[in-house]
């Protein structure tokens, strides 16, 4: 750590912690299955808000068809493995480079438009994708698609337990996590944001805003495909619903919720609003049916009303942010310079 400031190296200590907690959790709910499907639901949720984040978020392109680029990923992965009898790890793989690029071809032209436009063709691809599956015998029309029970097997990506799904989720967001970081501080970034902020100026210093908008919806559709691939293989079953923008919807609320302008944003935003959805789901969901929706409604709202640029966001400017770096993690006036 030769170079580094001592408030970096207390940050990436406590970074450190949290995954080693993190690592650890399972050994104590290993005994408690609803919980650690809480902890996984977390995990693909928060992933697929950082998909969205990365075209939404870093990118300016507001996009509701994320569901569709998650269950196409779930159809052709689960596709390969019942009827061409693949393996999943390779039919995932493949299930990533096919929406990617049908993602990257179909939406190409569609970058001509802007704002609200733009939102509206991703709204009717989603549909569109929805609609031709449910018609679709190969797929198993409305019905869907059952993947096979058997004995445990990591090869075969099938466990009797939630714990390796839950290690696997684990690193997929992990993984997501640190590429959007990279991302994020890179030249790819750099265009993305200054996109964002106006794409005449990007224009103008060199950047070609539609090839970059395609790069980034390249990578936003394949990660959401490796989600659906991981969400097929977790329930064994998928069906059109799966698709439905209802759910592209649940994929944004995290970033807007923890701060759409921040890497971390989706995660801290996944964690709060899933924990509590399922905890009002779970407790009151038998006196009011669809609380867990309601939820989600009324914190966009408040976090819209009084914190627009999200939790993270107020918490950047908080007097809460000065303590922990001048009291717990000793920020000094050489590293706010730095």
Known sequence: ??????????????????????LAIPLFLSGKPYLMNVFI????????????????????????????YMGLGAYVASLFVT??????????????????????????PCFLLKGPYFTLVTIAFGETIRQFVINWDFAGKATGISLPFGAQSFAEFRFMSKVPYYYIG?????GVYILMKIISRSKFGFALRTIREDEDVAAAIGIKPMRYKVYALIVSAMIAAMVGSFYAYYNRYIDPDLMLQTYSVEFVLPAIVGGAAFVEGPLVGGAILITLSEFLRNEFGAILPGINLILYAVVLLVVIRFRPVGLLGWYSQSKAKA??????LKKTDADKEA
């Open 323 to 328: 303590f922990v770096d001048t009291k717990i």
């Open 41 to 68: 639901l977390i995990f693909y949720t928060s992933t697929m808000s950082m998909a969205w984040n990365l075209l939404g978020g870093m990118t300016g392109q507001n996009s509701l068809g994320h569901a569709a």
């Open 1 to 22: 750590m030769k170079g580094l400031s001592q408030y970096t190296i207390r940050k990436r200590i406590a970074m450190a912690l949290l995954m080693i907690l993190l």
């Open 170 to 174: 684990l690193a997929m967001i992990v």
């Open 83 to 108: 009827k061409a009898g693949m393996n999943p790890w390779l039919a995932m793989v493949l299930s990533v480079v096919i929406v990617g690029g049908i993602a990257g071809v179909v939406f190409y």
